[in-house]
């Protein structure tokens, strides 16, 4: 990163101060402005870029609190916290690499699950210890009697062949349906009315039954694939230990197919009519949905519990609303809870709206192992939150797109609506992030916290038309995009973006390196801040980068507004030959300057700077 230049430049930071005060009444944030870089300076030299820029994003919001704190901004108090958890998260995800292993993805599911009851202020509850059916058999009765349904003469037969698999198979089935039967009494607890149990229980039962996905799939790859071994009890029980490409248009409670390229026309592990569902499959190259219609499919909670776990494969996922790990509630956070694990493979998920791990009023969580990867949605998709916690997370290290091609509010990672959550991680490649409306690219509107981190060195691409986009943030929100490295380009059209902040709002945008552009439209954009607004924008990198901002007031680190309802701006760039253009009165390379009210652009001096500044006797 080259430290001992950026150190060189975190000397200059006193000059704002100064500067500020001789413009505006000092603000709190400006005599705090150059810690997040200090932090910085003060690294081991050999330390990663990944933690650089999360230790900055730190510091950063630190700062942001310590001033709510001092303001007694309880709005901002707690959507600030919740940002410092989503950073720790992301450290946590990076730790676990970029391998497309089944591991990291399982990992990963229970680092989010954790991450999900932190945000709505709870616990991962352990699943309840009942004794173990002895075997399939009883365990399928006993799912069977839970629906109320008996066993035909046909589907007890099938059952007891189940019971003659090996012993460490024969467990494995058993233990996925012991598991699915906790799973399922949690939910119908937690959706009860009124409630008998918190939504805790149900993540709980969910981390036990993915344990018990994953120790199927163990179990069931040493043996030879069972071809004339299952039984379907319909709308309760599918099992299917064969090798051939199925083709499933009946609902399910339970589904577990262990091999094939097969296609699920049915539900796929969203509730549907019941309160809880889950599809467990080992293996194979497999379609999800017939189209993009209809309405909770492939893992969604549609007021209630769904669970999808494909190990492997070149996957596809189609749904309509409510699809691809995306959970729905008419309340908020009232039990519902999506889930779609997808371990490895290049993969396509695609829905309407409310899809790949979205939580509305509830919680959804998508998390894909690696590969090349394209998440497509119309809108409301993709990680995003209004009023519940929703995360997708993808590990691997090759190129993805993420698409809202409608616009809408709250994708890509962004979060809108008071105690909501949005979470984004990508583990690197060449990505692009793409839509048009509100509360996306880790934006934060109405009191909605975003986040987004890019965790490669590739160059990605961050395109948004609308308001508290590219960790920008309006109306009391809070928004975060972080950027590792890789040469990228930031545009955005509303206000409050690429950093900015609006109307008692904090954005932060943190980029690692490469030659980036940031081009915004809007006021309190591109680090600014515009009535009450907290920008923060900060460029680590050496290299050359474009700041462009077409709004007149709080663009490009200034803070603007009336008398005390000034917002606070601050744009940072580490070094390299920048250019800055705005309507406020554009400043060029080199430069430390007051901006606007109560903000400050700073250009750190590189070789040129200085010998420019010698010549003219600077």
Known sequence: MGRRRLGLAILLCGAVITGAEATATTHPLISQAGRPHRV???????????????????????????????????????PLRQESRNVSTARTLAGLGDQATLKNAVDAAEVMTEWQADTIGGNVAASSVEPPSALPSAAGAALAARF??????????????????????????????????????????????????????VLGTRVSLLDAAVAARA?????????????????????????????????????????GNDTYFNNAGSNREARAAALIDLGGDDRYG??????????AGYGGSGFLFDAAGNDTYLGGVVSNGASFADLPIDGA?????DGSGNDRYEALAIANGEGSGSLGLLVDGGGIDVYRAGNDANGGAQAGAGALVD???????????????????????????????????????FGGGRAANGGG???????????????????????????????VGVGLLVDVGGSDNYVAGGEGTNGGAVRGAAGFLIDGSGADQYNAGDFGTNGGGFSLGLGFLSDAGLDNDNYVAAGRRGTNGGGAGRARNAGTGWLFDAGGR????????????????????????????????????????G
């Open 445 to 475: 509107w109405q009191e909605g916290t975003g986040f987004l981190f890019d965790a490669g060195a590739e160059p990605d691409l961050y395109t948004v038309t609308g308001l508290a986009t590219n960790g920008g943030a309006a109306d």
């Open 148 to 201: 109320h349904v008996s066993l035909t003469r046909d589907q007890a037969i099938a059952l007891r062949k189940v019971d003659r698999l090996p012993q460490v198979a024969r467990d494995a089935v058993t233990r996925v349906i012991d598991a699915f039967m906790e799973f399922l009494g949690a939910a119908r607890a937690a959706t009860a009315t009124p409630p008998t149990a918190g939504v805790d229980s």
């Open 578 to 617: 920048d250019a800055y253009a705005d309507p406020s009165g554009s400043r060029f390379d080199c430069t430390i300057v007051p901006k606007g009210k109560v903000g400050a652009q700073v250009d750190a001096p590189h070789t040129r700077c200085r010998r420019a500044l010698s010549v003219r006797g």
């Open 337 to 341: 809870t999506g889930f779609l694990l």
């Open 290 to 299: 017939e189209g993009l219609f209809g309405s909770g499919t492939n893992g």
């Open 40 to 78: 910085l300076s003060a690294l081991d030299s050999q330390g990663a870029l990944t933690n650089d820029v999360l230790e900055v994003a730190d510091a950063a919001i630190a700062d942001r609190l310590r001033l709510a704190n001092s303001e007694h901004d309880a709005r901002l108090i707690d």
């Open 219 to 259: 179990a069931l790859a040493v043996l030879p694939l069972q071809l004339e071994t299952g039984t379907q009890i319909p709308g309760v029980l599918s099992i299917d230990l064969g090798s051939t490409d199925s083709v499933y248009t009946q609902d399910f409670a339970l589904l577990l197919d262990a091999g």
């Open 395 to 433: 590990l691997g290290s090759n190129p993805d797109d993420y698409v809202a091609e409608s616009g809408g509010v709250a994708f890509n990672g962004g979060g809108y609506g008071p105690a909501s959550g949005g979470f984004l991680y990508d583990g690197g490649g060449r990505d692009v992030y």
